[in-house]
Nanobody, 127 residues
Framework: QEHLVESGGGLVQAGDSLRLSCKSS????????LAWFRQAPGKERESVAA???????YYADFVKGRFTISRDNTENTLYLRMSSLKPEDTAVYFC?????????????????????WGQGIQVTVAS
């Protein structure tokens, strides 16, 4: 079982920035497609951003220009840099990993593409 641990969440004000981290303690993430999802109270989990092993990225429309997904393979860590945060960004954020390859980057936005998940971390944006 993959072991992914998120960190960096918390309470911030609207307009602030925050960086989430997701560290794998057991696998080399260079071999994995990686993604961030989020789930707000009463809502379904939704894709935020994804990155293939080759570095191709996907962003949900509601975060384009504000969030950046990146990885440091030497540190076995995935990041999500979030800026210009809005109250509607409040959610539990999850990182996910997959060994499967998809030719269409949009397939990496699908929850079913991922076999390994972190436990989630809360991000709260106050207005």
């Amino acid at each position: 079982q993959e072991h992914l641990v998120e960190s960096g969440g918390g309470l911030v004000q609207a307009g602030d920035s925050l960086r989430l981290s997701c560290k794998s303690s057991r696998r080399e993430i260079r071999n994995y497609g990686l993604a961030w999802f989020r789930q707000a109270p009463g809502k379904e989990r939704e894709s935020v951003a994804a990155q293939t092993t080759g570095g191709t990225t996907y962003y949900a429309d509601f975060v384009k220009g504000r969030f950046t997904i990146s990885r440091d393979n030497t540190e076995n860590t995935l990041y999500l840099r979030m800026s210009s945060l809005k109250p509607e960004d409040t959610a539990v954020y999850f990182c996910a990993a997959t060994l499967r390859y998809y030719s269409d980057i949009h397939d990496y936005a699908w929850m079913g593409a991922y076999d390994y998940w972190g436990q989630g971390i809360q991000v709260t944006v106050a207005s």
